[in-house]
């Protein structure tokens, strides 16, 4: 913050101006601080994308594991289904033979 000027009317005539004494905050000391906070924030970011990314790529794959059990499953049930069908089918066409085999 920049000191305060008072001009006196004996200064005002001379372009002369009084400083007022305010306290100034020194940032001189706290640059090291400052630097290294700010290097220490820039590491945590960096260390947090990278735990994020980390994060994303295995929930991407739990989901892709998760979708494969989904389709395999669906695959089971599918066979399953077409080997009842199939196996009523024969069972029908076994009854048939028999019936035309006791005629």
Do not use: C, Y
Request: hydrophobic fraction near 40%; glycine fraction near 4%.
């Amino acid at each position: 913050m920049a000191p305060k000027r008072l001009i006196s009317d004996k200064n005002k005539e001379s372009g002369e101006s009084a400083s007022v004494n305010e306290p100034q905050h020194s940032i001189s000391g706290f640059t090291g601080v400052t630097l290294g906070a700010q290097r220490l924030s820039e590491e945590a970011h960096s260390v947090g994308s990278l735990v994020m990314t980390r994060v994303s790529a295995e929930l991407k794959m739990a989901r892709s594991l998760v979708r494969l059990a989904e389709i395999q499953a669906t695959l089971h049930e599918q066979r399953i289904l077409f080997l009842r069908a199939q196996k009523r089918e024969l069972e029908e066409m076994k009854a048939q033979n028999s019936f035309m085999s006791d005629t």
